[in-house]
């Protein structure tokens, strides 16, 4: 049974940064796409960052790129996402999320592709 597990939200102040956590259990780490969603009060969930194990490539919404880093540490089974110059808009749940995956398709932001999913944890960011 494939387990998530995010850790490491909180509440920042605009500007500051966060690092997430996801650590994950149940499955080999090879073909897999994992990817961070987040989901604000009254809004779709939106997928932020992706990332194909296998090698490493790593794909960014627009309203994140250039302030967030999806990463990954083999050894460990974790997936963390580092988030800097964090914005009030950035203030959602977040998600990491998983799915088989391979190079033809490893770019996925839809909910409905991934399989497994974590509990959440909460980033509120005040100006």
């Known amino acids: 049974q494939v387990q998530l597990v995010e850790s490491g939200g909180g509440s920042v102040q605009a500007g500051g940064s966060l690092r997430l956590s996801c650590a994950a259990s149940?499955?080999?780490?090879?073909?897999?796409?994992m990817g961070w969603f987040r989901q604000a009060p009254g809004k779709e969930r939106e997928g932020v960052a992706v990332i194909y194990t296998d090698v490493g490539n790593t794909y960014y919404a627009d309203s994140v790129k250039g302030r967030f880093a999806i990463s990954q540490d083999n050894a460990k089974n974790t997936l963390y996402l580092q988030m800097n110059n964090l914005k009030p808009e950035d203030t959602a749940l977040y998600y990491c999320a998983a799915r088989y995956c391979s190079s033809h398709n490893w770019i996925r932001t839809d909910r409905g592709a991934y399989n497994y999913w974590g509990q959440g944890t909460q980033v509120t960011v005040s100006s």
């Open positions: 149940g499955y080999t780490y090879s073909n897999y796409c």
